[in-house]
């Protein structure tokens, strides 16, 4: 009895260990189980919602860049950076703190930042330049997220795996358990066959959270050591179908397989690459996983992504609105390129278009101008760039035929650009510089950006190439821009006035005003040297104001001395005359000084009324209106006058000097100065010729009806204070 109750007691003792064992081991692996339901699966839905929408932020950035339209941008980028903040909130509550997530959340608030920047770069007028930069900072940023993510869904993955793996040995470990109290415990037999039960439902129900994989829409495809498939989830089934109408999945494989798998298992368990597959572009991750002896590839496509970081990286070396290579580009080229020659090409009076026709309008000329030169410069040897707004270079691999290529694309470019039935005429100045094996493209850009200058600024249209006495003469101009900020302060401009005569009765019927300049009080410098510096430097309007006053100022003395009035004509820039505050600053000297517009003759050169024709004839009617005087100086120097000046309300025409004094030896000269005259006749326009310095001249001029003479033969220029005791006579 004893010994039965001793074993009636061990096999209840034995029995009751197996049962608890046994629902112990079945509490476990459900408390596993639910785990992984509750934690491993939301965490996944999380991190692939958190990297569609950071895909859609990224698109949204691009699509921002192309049309500019910021509402729908930061409507839309405000609502996915919301979802994304929520999305990481709820990881954040389900994991707990790490260090990929942290990374993650660093990252999108420096997205935040970065969309901030880019509208405001976006925003009218745009800063390409810094659109550009802000937008190269989000890719770097986007991989960073996806990179944690890989980092934090690898985690998710060893958590699966490392707490399956712990459930199965406890398992094994149960079911050794009852196996061997099975042997001893027959009586048993109920119980274990239940708890056995169990135990294989759990056991299942773990097998299917351990295929994690099955549930990713993105591709994943298991590898062994051979290199073979083991296992293609149905992701990479689907995506094998769509590409290869196949569900072979080995060929989704990355070509240089077994090398990949070596670097591996070598390198930390991880190895990043991206490769194409049928013209599309996938990112791929491929891991080796050490306890189960295999590999795993993960695929994302990135086509999108690779497309728009070619783009950005075409936009990177190239001008957006021309497409031409840009500064950067020129940077390489001259790196690697043994280029002979190196010249600089300049739209001349590009800001008088911006001002009276605005950005978006100089924009449409710049790029039309670029295609002319593209057309003209077709050339394997010859390179063309486009460094900055009007700027634009060309590298050549041979210097023999430099100067021709570049005055035969300066004389083509003189025809007219037409936008909207509106004609703008154009013209380019040019510097040159010869290379040598070893020159650096700073000091190349440099000289030929002297050169460049000097054409420029002895008024364009024309091509030089650098010499040492460029040099010479840059140091002067500067000196000279830099005096002529303080020039007027100082006192140092003189008005001077040269008298203008009638041809026929040898009267004085008005003058011209002169600006001369006495700098430092010790040298007289030339207008013809001046002029073009303060033209360049953009100084020429605040000199403009300071004559058009002074003018007002003689006409005012000039009125209160003499009986009769006389008219005195003021030469305006092709600056001056495209600003806005022309009128205005005019209308504000005849109320000042009290006097008649009928007094003054405002002279434009024939070049700068064609620079718009359409702002020149408004201009004109406005001023007509206020009671001036008009007329077009140095005549016969542009390029189609006739066609348009029956359109422009003007008073006078000018000879050119440069006709008037060859008007002797030059029987061509002598026709067009005749035909001129005979034209201003027809048009009812007084005519008068510049520069008389001959009697011969003054005859000649007289006898073809030329009705006003001015010249050094008739009156030099002389101060004002000498003007205003002049007698009309």
Not at 247 to 262: A, I, N, R, Y
Request: proline share 3%.
């Amino acid at each position: 009895m004893k010994i039965r109750l001793i074993l009636t007691v061990i096999t209840l003792a034995a029995i009751a260990v197996v049962v608890l064992l046994g629902l112990n081991t079945v509490r476990q692996l459900e408390r596993t189980n639910r785990q992984l339901v509750e934690t491993a699966l939301p965490l996944f839905e999380h991190i692939q919602s958190v990297k569609n929408k950071l895909n859609h932020q990224e698109l949204l950035f691009y699509q921002y860049y192309l049309d500019g339209e910021n509402r729908q941008f930061n409507k839309q980028l405000a609502e996915t950076s919301d979802q994304i903040q929520r999305e990481l909130t709820k990881m954040e509550s389900i994991m707990g703190p790490s260090a990929p997530l942290r990374e993650i959340q660093t990252s999108a608030a420096h997205l935040k930042t970065i969309s901030r920047k880019f509208d405001t770069a976006m925003l009218p007028p745009t800063d390409w330049d810094e659109a550009r930069a802000v937008l190269s900072e989000f890719t770097p940023i986007a991989d960073s997220i996806n990179q944690q993510s890989f980092a934090l869904l690898s985690d998710i993955n060893d958590k699966v795996r490392h707490n399956a793996s712990a459930s199965l040995n406890e398992t094994e470990k149960g079911v050794g358990w009852i196996a061997a109290m099975s042997l001893m415990l027959f009586i048993a037999a109920v119980f274990l066959l239940l708890i056995n039960k169990k135990l294989s439902q759990a056991l299942r129900e773990q097998k299917r959270l351990t295929a994690f994989p099955e549930l990713n829409p993105d591709p994943v495809i298991a590898i062994n050591k051979l290199g073979q498939v083991d296992y293609a989830n149905p992701g990479a089934r689907q995506l094998s179908q769509q590409l290869f109408q196949t569900e072979d999945t080995s060929l989704l494989l990355p070509d240089g397989l077994e090398g990949l798998m070596s670097r591996a298992r070598n390198h930390l368990g991880n190895v990043r690459l991206e490769y194409d597959i049928c013209g599309r572009t996938f990112s791929a991750e491929l891991h080796w996983l050490a306890d189960l002896a295999e590999y795993h590839l993960y695929l994302t496509e990135a086509t999108a992504e690779k497309q728009a970081r070619e783009k950005l990286a075409h936009m990177a070396y190239h001008q957006v609105l021309t497409g031409l290579p840009n500064r950067q580009q020129l940077e390489q080229s001259f790196e690697h390129r043994q280029a002979a020659f190196l010249v600089l090409l300049e739209i001349d009076r590009y800001q008088h278009i911006i001002t009276s026709s605005g950005h978006a309008t100089a924009d449409l000329v710049i790029k039309k101008a670029a295609g002319r030169l593209r057309a003209l410069i077709d050339q394997a040897d010859v390179a063309l760039f486009h460094l900055e707004s009007n700027l634009f270079a060309i590298l050549f691999d041979k210097h023999d035929e430099v100067t021709s290529l570049v005055n035969r694309v300066i004389a083509k470019f003189c025809e007219p650009i037409i936008l909207s039935e509106r004609h703008f005429y154009l013209s380019l100045s040019a510097g040159g510089v010869m290379l040598s094996p070893g020159d650096e493209l700073f000091e190349a850009l440099r000289k030929a950006d002297s050169a460049l200058r000097t054409v420029s600024s002895s008024g364009g249209n024309g091509y030089r190439e650098f010499d040492d006495e460029l040099d010479r003469l840059y140091l002067r101009k500067t000196a000279l821009q830099n005096d002529l900020r303080h020039a007027a302060r100082h006192e140092e401009f003189v008005i001077y006035m040269q008298p203008i005569y009638s041809a026929i009765s040898g009267t004085m019927v008005g003058a011209e005003a002169l600006i001369r300049w006495h700098r430092r009080r010790d040298e007289w410098v030339s207008p013809v040297e001046f002029i073009p510096v303060a033209e360049a430097s953009g100084q020429i309007v605040m000199i403009g104001d300071w004559v058009i006053e002074q003018v007002f100022n003689v006409a005012k003395q000039w009125t209160a001395s003499h009986d009769e009035p006389t008219n005195l004509a003021i030469n305006i820039s092709a600056s001056h005359w495209e600003n806005e505050r022309l009128c205005d600053s005019l209308k504000v000297q005849l109320e000042k000084y009290r006097l008649e517009a009928s007094l003054f003759t405002l002279e434009i050169t024939e070049q700068a009324a064609l620079q718009d024709i359409e702002k020149t004839i408004t201009t004109m009617q406005t001023l007509k209106s206020l009671g001036f005087k008009l007329a077009i100086d140095d005549f016969g120097t542009g390029y189609s006058s006739l066609n348009y000046l029956h359109r422009l309300p003007v008073d006078k025409l000018k000879i050119d000097q440069s006709f008037v004094r060859q008007l002797e030896e030059s029987g061509k000269n002598a026709a067009i100065v005749k035909s001129v005259i005979a034209l201003a006749h027809q048009l009812k326009l007084l005519i008068v010729a510049e520069g008389v310095e001959t009697k011969a001249q003054r005859e000649t001029l007289a006898e073809w009806g030329c009705d006003q003479l001015q010249g050094y033969l008739l009156a030099k220029p002389m101060p004002a204070y000498d003007f205003l005791v002049i007698e009309q006579q």
